[in-house]
């Protein structure tokens, strides 16, 4: 499974921004879709999941401003990105995971980040 993200980029605090991620390979293996995001000297943390059968999660810090969807068919998911705080200034992360036969250690599928940079 190979991921593309783009959409990233600089907003003023309050501002919005749409990250999209794309799919290739066996993108009918995948199950869930997430975005992570990692500063400088952090570790990388979940911003949002969302599975095949759509179950979301989201992080504390994003709910109520963040929105993910998937386009099974498409193999794509999208993270709405509202009213952005300076925090959210990040490199964000799509990834996808595929079940193995071994239950519970699903293989993880990593794409290139894309940075957000969110000015006060």
């Known amino acids: 499974v190979q991921l593309q993200a783009y959409g990233g980029g600089s907003v003023q605090a309050g501002g919005s921004l749409r990250l999209y991620c794309a799919a290739s390979?066996?993108?009918?293996?995948?199950?869930?879709m997430h975005w992570y995001r990692q500063g400088a000297g952090r570790q990388r943390e979940l911003v949002a999941s969302?599975?095949?059968?759509?179950?979301?999660t989201y992080a504390d810090s994003v709910k109520g401003r963040f929105t993910v969807s998937r386009d099974t068919a498409r193999s794509t998911v999208t993270l709405q990105m509202n009213n952005l705080k300076p925090e959210d200034s990040d490199v964000y992360y799509c990834?996808?995971?595929?079940?193995?036969?071994?239950?519970?250690?699903?293989?993880?599928?990593w794409g290139l980040g894309t940075l957000v940079t969110v000015s006060s």
């Open positions: 990834a996808a995971d595929i079940p193995t036969k071994v239950a519970g250690l699903p293989k993880w599928f």
């Open positions: 969302i599975t095949r059968s759509g179950l979301i």
């Open positions: 390979g066996s993108i009918f293996s995948i199950d869930g």
